[in-house]
């Protein structure tokens, strides 16, 4: 089970926050956690930052930074305003950036950091990872 101080998104006019969760046609492949714009989002795990991307080519303002950790698992955090680049290592007790607001694009969506765990290019389900 995650050990993070955020809960869990629950369901909204744009989905539920649970792995697996209908997305139209697709699953989600990652959990919701819902914090307020400006809360600083912690690692959950050590690691380097391997990427720092733009979920939304529209939304140049949305990032995602992508931390990847010796046993091989990408770490992604989603919606968040960065304060690390590639190259830096991270860890639990430093913040990686800050949540961002997704009702400037969302009107009527929970606040929240997505996250998504990859390993070997498979989705995992974030909550079965300790």
């Known amino acids: 089970m995650i050990k993070a101080t955020l809960p869990m998104r629950k369901c909204d006019d744009f989905g539920c926050g649970h792995f697996g969760a209908s997305r139209g046609g697709r699953k989600h492949n990652g959990v919701d956690l819902a914090c307020y714009p400006d809360t600083e ?3 959950l795990k050590r690691g380097k930052v391997t990427k720092v991307g ?3 080519k529209d939304y140049p303002e949305y990032r995602y930074v992508q931390i990847t950790c010796e046993d091989g698992f990408d770490w992604r955090y989603f919606y968040i305003d960065p304060y690390v680049e590639v190259g830096d290592f991270c860890s639990p007790s430093n913040p990686i950036g800050k949540c961002q607001d997704l009702t400037e694009i969302y009107e009527t969506i929970t606040n929240h950091v997505h996250l998504e765990i990859k390993r ?3 989705y995992m389900n974030p909550e079965d990872i300790a």
């Open 41 to 43: 989002i912690f690692p």
């Open 54 to 56: 733009w979920p939304y």
């Open 120 to 122: 070997d290019g498979e």
